[in-house]
């Protein structure tokens, strides 16, 4: 239902761009967002957008990564900048039924929608 692309192998320093696409089985859906996993780490909230626009970011990721959706077409992206080696992980793209401006409960519940993982390697 969520479809992750655009995940592999970069060097430190160097971007991704992840594009994920929701299926017409999904409706209703507001907030989207991106997760992710590093071996023995938890899940990781990294960027999630509202339906209007506005965004959060992890502290470990602001001022290099960017999230942008395109609602038309039920599509979120993940502009990765200035990556280094603890980016990388398995990254999950997410939607929501709610559009809460706390990020606490995505934190904690993640979200109504999940996607298959993209794995990220950056290697130094």
């Known amino acids: 239902q969520l479809q992750a692309f655009g995940g592999g192998l970069v060097q430190a320093g160097g971007s991704l761009r992840l594009s994920c696409a929701a299926s017409?089985?999904?409706?209703?859906?507001?907030?989207m967002g991106w997760y992710r996993q590093a071996p023995g780490k938890h899940r990781e909230l990294v960027a999630a957008?509202?339906?209007?626009?506005?965004?959060n970011y992890a502290d470990s990721v602001k001022g290099r990564f960017t999230i942008s959706r395109d609602n038309a077409k039920k599509s979120v992206y993940l502009q990765m900048n200035s990556l280094k080696p603890e980016d990388t992980a398995v990254y999950y793209c997410?939607?929501?039924?709610?559009?809460?401006?706390?990020?606490?409960?995505?934190?904690?519940?993640?979200?109504?929608?999940w996607g298959k993982g993209t794995l990220v390697t950056v290697s130094s």
């Open positions: 997410s939607a929501d039924y709610g559009d809460y401006d706390d990020t606490t409960r995505w934190e904690t519940y993640g979200m109504d929608y």
């Open positions: 017409g089985s999904i409706s209703a859906i507001n907030a």
């Open positions: 957008i509202r339906s209007g626009g506005s965004t």
